[in-house]
């Protein structure tokens, strides 16, 4: 079997989308010798990984124009002898040029919405979107083979647009053997509440300074916020503003983004993880947090209900209160309930979310596509 991906870019400032198909990608190396995977790329500056370490895996970058159309891209899509197309996420040249291709010679292809038909991001550039949708984007997924969404969440939000193609529910997986399995020693003096992911408007930060300016100071006296990542510097310096503006800026601290063993052990050093988001379609770091033995408190625009089924966090409405009085609760734990959470979130993970039974429904997905296997239970055809 010959499988290719493609997807706009695998920066490092990308985020998670670029950490789990390459994780991905690699994990079904590993599982079977089989396949044959190519990962098709456009030229960024900081890639996550610019090759992979199996002879089977076989990455790609391409330079674009000022559109992102690759003319290589193009060329080498329209002559491999791959039997299954992956495209990641929409609106990009890159992925709509995979949909034609696979179109006009007849190979099943696969979309990978990666949260961009979440109702909250299809607010966001609402005119340009629409349009997109009219001229190419909804006609590109209704031809589809198969849409893959990373929980019940994204399918209900896809089927709510009225597209009737098959749909495969496979969420994101974690490289669980790159967490340590030692159970940490969490910071004290003062404890950390963490939050790290890309500094983006739909991450709802603002609502974690106002929620944290709320709460009175003999409370969170010994804690401090580390907020870490990259984005817009306008949008960062907007949030610097509103920290020094409640005099926080000595208990909210701003910091660049982080990456690979840096990165687990600040999972690892955090009591509290904290992901205000208005959407996610998934939410990998919740999941890296999680396998760090760190509790999270997120948001019911992520797909994280498990966070109370598992006792290992707090999944509350959006807005500044539910935040404010999640907050409140977490800090007022006794270390004992803080360190169970912790234990009941690296559980979780192990059983729902481990890298290698993400390949394998992936593997399940591609082989019942070329008609090797029956339908996986996983995959929901349209019921009218």
């Known amino acids: 079997m010959r499988v290719i991906n493609v997807i706009r870019s695998i920066d490092i400032s990308n985020g ?33 990984i610019d090759s992979f370490d199996n002879a089977y895996g076989e990455l790609s970058f391409h330079k674009f124009n000022k559109l992102g159309y690759s003319n290589f891209l193009n060329f080498n899509l329209e002559n491999s002898n791959a039997e299954i197309f992956h495209g990641h996420g929409l609106w990009q040249m890159p992925v709509y040029q995979m949909a034609k291709i696979a179109q006009n010679k007849n190979i099943p292809y696969i979309i990978t919405p990666r949260g961009m038909l979440e109702p909250w991001s299809l607010t966001q550039g609402r005119f340009k979107k629409q349009l997109g949708l009219k001229l190419f984007q909804y006609s590109d997924l209704e031809k589809a083979s198969c849409i893959h969404a990373t929980s019940s969440m994204e399918v209900g939000n896809i089927r ?46 603002e609502n974690l300074i106002e929620a944290w300016n709320l709460i009175d100071n003999k409370i969170r006296g010994n804690w401090k916020i580390e907020i870490i990542g990259n984005g817009n510097e306008k949008y960062i ?75 290992c966090g707090w999944w509350i409405d959006i807005g500044v209160d539910p935040l404010k009085e999640a907050l409140e609760d977490a800090l007022c734990r006794t270390d004992e309930d803080i360190n169970l959470m912790g234990v009941n979130g690296r559980k979780l993970i192990i059983e729902k979310y481990s890298m290698n039974s993400i390949a394998k429904k992936m593997f399940m997905l591609y082989e019942w596509l070329l008609k090797k296997k029956d339908k996986p239970t996983f995959v929901q055809l349209w019921e009218k």
């Open 160 to 205: 709510a647009l009225g597209l009737k193609t098959p749909i495969a529910m496979i969420p994101n997986g974690v490289k669980i053997e790159d967490f340590p399995e030692k159970i940490p020693t969490k910071e004290n003096y003062p404890k950390k509440i963490l939050f790290l992911s890309r500094i983006h408007p739909k991450k709802g930060i």
């Open 16 to 48: 998670g989308p670029s950490r789990s198909i390459t994780h991905l990608i690699q994990e079904m190396l590993k599982i079977d010798k089989k396949i044959e995977i190519g990962l098709e790329t456009l030229v960024s500056n900081t890639p996550i």
């Open 237 to 311: 310096r907007t949030l610097t503003e509103k920290i020094n503006s409640y005099g926080l800026s000595k208990q909210i601290i701003m910091m660049k983004p982080v990456f690979g063993e840096t990165k687990i052990q600040l999972f690892r050093e955090a009591t509290l993880f904290v992901l205000p988001s208005y959407s996610e379609n998934f939410g990998i770091v919740i999941a890296e947090a999680l396998a760090c033995y760190t509790p999270v408190i997120t948001t019911k625009g992520t797909p994280w209900g498990d966070l109370n089924d598992y006792n």
